[in-house]
Nanobody
Framework: QVQLVESGGGLVQAGGSLRLSCAASRRTLSRLAMGWFRQGPGRGGDFLAAISWSAGSTYYADSVKGRFTISRDNAKNAVYLQMNSLKSEDTAVYYC?????????????????WGQGTQVTVSS
């Protein structure tokens, strides 16, 4: 089992930046592919970004490409999501997720482990 805990959410003005962190306990993240998702008010879950266990490959949703960057530090057992040029429509609860399948893509049902989420609110 692995426990994931997100942090770094908060209130930010449109055009601002936030950096989300996802820390793991009970198991190392070093062999897990990781992803970030979000769920906004009245919307289903959206895939944002994914990264392979080695950080050798990343994958982004078109909606965040060029604004968001996923990275990881296996030595610190953490994954990050740098979010720039935030918009009001980025307001959502953000979740990190992990899988041991080597899958670094957009299908949420491939991810076995999920954090509890962190709220991001972008004011316009």
């Amino acid at each position: 089992q692995v426990q994931l805990v997100e942090s770094g959410g908060g209130l930010v003005q449109a055009g601002g930046s936030l950096r989300l962190s996802c820390a793991a306990s009970r198991r190392t993240l070093s062999r897990l592919a990781m992803g970030w998702f979000r769920q906004g008010p009245g919307r289903g879950g959206d895939f944002l970004a994914a990264i392979s266990w080695s950080a050798g490959s990343t994958y982004y949703a078109d909606s965040v490409k060029g604004r968001f960057t996923i990275s990881r530090d296996n030595a610190k057992n953490a994954v990050y999501l740098q979010m720039n040029s935030l918009k009001s429509e980025d307001t959502a609860v953000y979740y990190c997720a992990a899988n041991a399948l080597g899958y670094s893509g957009a299908s949420n049902n491939k991810y076995r482990y999920w954090g509890q989420g962190t709220q991001v609110t972008v004011s316009s």
